[in-house]
Structures are given as structure tokens and as C-alpha cells.
């Protein structure tokens, strides 16, 4: 397999990277940080990719992600797959007094992942054949009160890519939404961890299972499905009265 990999130096998306390296697929890196990609881009050759290249491309770079699945399939010889991985974990309290900061963030979590999702399934569509990882979040199934900004963004991608995926069906191509809960990651440094955390390991090898079995929406770990069916259903006036 081909694979694009946009915000590739994810904790997660190395994983998941590392996992197709060592099953011998070709990737081509996408990521802002030139150091961190020319890092991963060694670790991925020496566990086994067939070929690695990268690219240097930043979220608010929009006018840069039209060309990113031609550049990818060039560099690789066709693609077959993408992941959309990059993100960020915003201060909710900042969101709150400063709407520049929220919106700035939004442009990250959101918009970006139109931008770059948007050339990638008009060439899956054109060529009839691919699959789409679009890393969300279980904390897009229902807003709450510490990650309201974040959980509206993550909304947002799993609302998009549930239509992408309806859309794209009838031409072969798999869009497949990624739901992690809780992971120990740069971006959750600052957190204290609990049980609930899982490895971004497991969720990374999780992304690679769920698009190679083209499943529609997986909760990583799995035990968040259920978690977050009662947390959906919860009745409003308890939900209010919860801190979380
Ligand atoms: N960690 C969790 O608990 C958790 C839970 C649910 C969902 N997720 C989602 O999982 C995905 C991966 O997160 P992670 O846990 O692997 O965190 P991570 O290691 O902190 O990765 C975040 C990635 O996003 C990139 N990024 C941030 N802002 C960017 C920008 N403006 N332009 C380009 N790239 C940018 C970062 O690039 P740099 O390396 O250059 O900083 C980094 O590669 C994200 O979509 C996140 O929302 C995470």
C-alpha cells in the first residue's frame, strides 16, 4: 500500500506509521516540523517501509493541501490510502475570553481537515479506489463543558467524514472515523492519567486495523463505545450537574 500520512509526526499517526512500515508499505510524511519528520522518516526506513518520502506542510497552509495527493502519488508511484492525523488540545479557559484564540484552533482541528480531506477524496473518487483514516475524537459525540471548543471541532469531523463516507461509497472508496478516547501523547502531557488512558501504540495499531477492515466509525480502545452511548444518552438536567 501507498499512504499519505498528513500530521504524521502524531504520536498516534507514528504509530500507526510504524506499524505499516514494518509491513513493508511506502508513505509519504506530511508534517510542519522539518526535524521531527526527517527523525520519523529514518525510524520508519530502518523498521521496514518500501519507501518514504516527506513534505513539509503546516494545518493553516490551506492553499498547499490541493496538490499534497498528486505530490504523494508521484513520490510513490500511485496512493491508496491517507490518514488525516494532526490536531491540537486547545486551553478550554482561554476559549472562554478570547474568541481569536477558539476560532484559531477551530482552523486547526476543523477547517484544516476539510482543506486537506477535500482534494484527497475528489482523487480517491477520480480513480475509484482508496481509503480515507479521518482521526476524530470521542469528545465530538457530545460537548462538554472542560473541551467544549475542542469537542465542537471534533463534531464537526466526524459529521464531514460520515458524509464523505456516504458520498464516496458508491465509488469504492472507504472513509473510516477514528474515535480515540483518553491517550498518553504530547498533547495530553499536562493531564494527569488515569486508567482510561491507552498507549498511543494501541490506538495507532487500532487506526491501521480499522482501515485495512474499511470500518465506518471505530472507538479506540473499544470500550469507549459503550462509555460514550451512556454518556449521549445521558438526560440533560444529570449532565449539567456533572463536571466533566
Ligand atoms: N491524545 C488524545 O488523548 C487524543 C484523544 C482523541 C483524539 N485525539 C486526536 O488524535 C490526533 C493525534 O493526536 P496525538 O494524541 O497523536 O497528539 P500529538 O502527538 O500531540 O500530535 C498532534 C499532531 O498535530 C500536529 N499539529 C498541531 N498543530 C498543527 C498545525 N497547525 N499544522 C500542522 N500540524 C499540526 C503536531 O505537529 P508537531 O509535531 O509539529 O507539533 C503533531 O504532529 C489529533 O487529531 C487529536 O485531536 C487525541
Same mark, same amino acid.
Do not use: Q
Given at each position: 500500500m501507498r499512504i499519505l500520512i498528513f500530521g504524521a509526526t502524531s504520536a498516534i499517526a507514528t504509530e500507526a506509521a510504524r506499524a505499516?512500515?514494518?509491513r513493508g508499505e511506502s508513505l509519504f510524511l506530511v508534517a510542519r516540523d522539518k526535524k521531527k519528520l526527517k527523525a520519523l522518516? %529514518? !525510524?520508519? #526506513?530502518?523498521?521496514?517501509? %518500501?519507501?518514504?518520502? &516527506?513534505? !513539509?506542510?503546516? %494545518?493553516?497552509?490551506s492553499k498547499a493541501h490541493a496538490s499534497l495527493p498528486v505530490k504523494a502519488s508521484k513520490a510513490l508511484g500511485g496512493l491508496d490510502a491517507a490518514l488525516i492525523a494532526h490536531g491540537v488540545l486547545p486551553d478550554e479557559e482561554r476559549c472562554r475570553r478570547d474568541a481569536a484564540y477558539a476560532l484559531a484552533t477551530l482552523q486547526v482541528n476543523f477547517n484544516s481537515v476539510v482543506?486537506?480531506?477535500?482534494p484527497l477524496a475528489a482523487f480517491f473518487e477520480a480513480q475509484k479506489a482508496g481509503v480515507m483514516g479521518i482521526i476524530s475524537s470521542v469528545a465530538g459525540d457530545r460537548g462538554r463543558a472542560s473541551n467544549?471548543?475542542?469537542?465542537?471541532?471534533?463534531?464537526?469531523v466526524s459529521a464531514w467524514a460520515s458524509g464523505q463516507r456516504a458520498r464516496l461509497a458508491k465509488s469504492g472508496v472507504h472513509v473510516a472515523t477514528l474515535k480515540p478516547g483518553f491517550v498518553d501523547s504530547p498533547m495530553t502531557s499536562h493531564l494527569k492519567k488515569?486508567?482510561?488512558?491507552?498507549? %498511543?501504540? #494501541? &490506538?495507532?495499531?487500532? &487506526?491501521?486495523?480499522?482501515? !485495512?477492515k474499511r470500518k465506518d466509525t471505530?472507538?479506540?480502545?473499544?470500550?469507549?463505545?459503550?462509555?460514550m452511548l451512556a454518556v449521549i444518552h445521558l438526560?440533560?438536567?444529570?449532565?449539567?450537574?456533572?463536571?466533566?
Open positions: 505499516w512500515a514494518e522518516a %529514518a !525510524d520508519l #526506513k530502518a523498521r521496514g517501509a %518500501a519507501h518514504v518520502a &516527506v513534505l !513539509d506542510c503546516a %494545518a493553516e497552509a482543506s486537506v480531506g477535500t467544549a471548543t475542542y469537542g465542537a471541532a471534533k463534531a464537526g488515569g486508567p482510561l488512558f491507552a498507549s %498511543a501504540r #494501541k &490506538v495507532g495499531r487500532g &487506526v491501521v486495523n480499522a482501515m !485495512d471505530s472507538y479506540l480502545p473499544g470500550f469507549w463505545k459503550p462509555i438526560p440533560s438536567p444529570i449532565f449539567k450537574k456533572l463536571k466533566l
